[in-house]
């Protein structure tokens, strides 16, 4: 089995900062991608920011220059620091993880349970 858990959001005035982590532990070989998504109230999920093996990022317009993605392979962990938050920030976002599991060999996507970011003043 492998579990993805995310922490890290919360109320914040905008112009703050927040920083997101998504963490999997379980039956796992080797993680490949790692994202984040986020949907607003009303809205369809969408792609914020990903990172691949070898570190390469990307992210969505709305996002850059805001937002950095970063990984940490020993811990399995993927990061979203959030800075310059603006309102229409304000979503769950959900990290969705890439892995093989050990046994089987299998690659499969995993999404984390959604944690709520909130930027009002």
């Known amino acids: 089995q492998v579990q993805v858990v995310e922490s890290g959001g919360g109320v914040v005035h905008p112009g703050g900062s927040l920083r997101l982590s998504c963490a999997a532990s379980?039956?796992?070989?080797?993680?490949?991608?790692m994202g984040w998504y986020r949907q607003a109230p009303g809205k369809e999920r969408e792609l914020v920011a990903g990172i691949i093996s070898g570190d390469t990022t990307n992210y969505e317009d709305p996002v850059k220059g805001r937002f950095t993605i970063a990984r940490d392979n020993a811990k399995n962990t993927v990061y979203l620091q959030m800075n310059s938050l603006k309102p229409e920030d304000t979503a769950v976002y959900y990290c969705?993880?890439?892995?093989?599991?050990?046994?089987?060999?299998?690659?499969?996507?995993?999404w984390g349970q959604g944690t709520q970011v909130t930027v009002s003043s």
């Open positions: 969705k993880i890439r892995l093989v599991t050990l046994l089987p060999l299998v690659e499969n996507e995993y």
């Open positions: 379980g039956n796992i070989f080797s993680i490949n991608t």
